[in-house]
């Protein structure tokens, strides 16, 4: 197995720590994916971490349904204005 390498915490700088690994196969087959989670050894920074991106991730789901509501109005007034010729 490589050698992972030393990451330091985005918010305070320190090493972070191994936490846990697990493998899988994209859709049951392929090549073995190999996940390797870290975490900063300061738990209260870990904490401010795991909340700053629960909030981009959320932020990031609000723009995808965003998105795909335009692109789905855009398809229904195209398809009305198809209907009236």
Request: aromatic share 10%; proline share 2%.
């Amino acid at each position: 197995m490589q050698m992972q390498a030393e990451t330091p915490c985005i918010r305070c700088g320190k090493l972070r720590v191994f936490y846990r690994k697990w493998n899988y196969k994209a859709d049951g087959k392929g090549f073995l994916i190999t996940h390797v989670e870290s975490v900063c050894p300061d738990s209260e920074c870990q904490k401010v971490v795991d909340e700053k991106f629960a909030e981009m991730r959320e932020k990031r789901l609000l723009l995808e349904d965003k998105r795909k509501n335009v692109l789905l109005s855009r398809r229904t007034k195209k398809n009305s204005y198809k209907n009236l010729f």
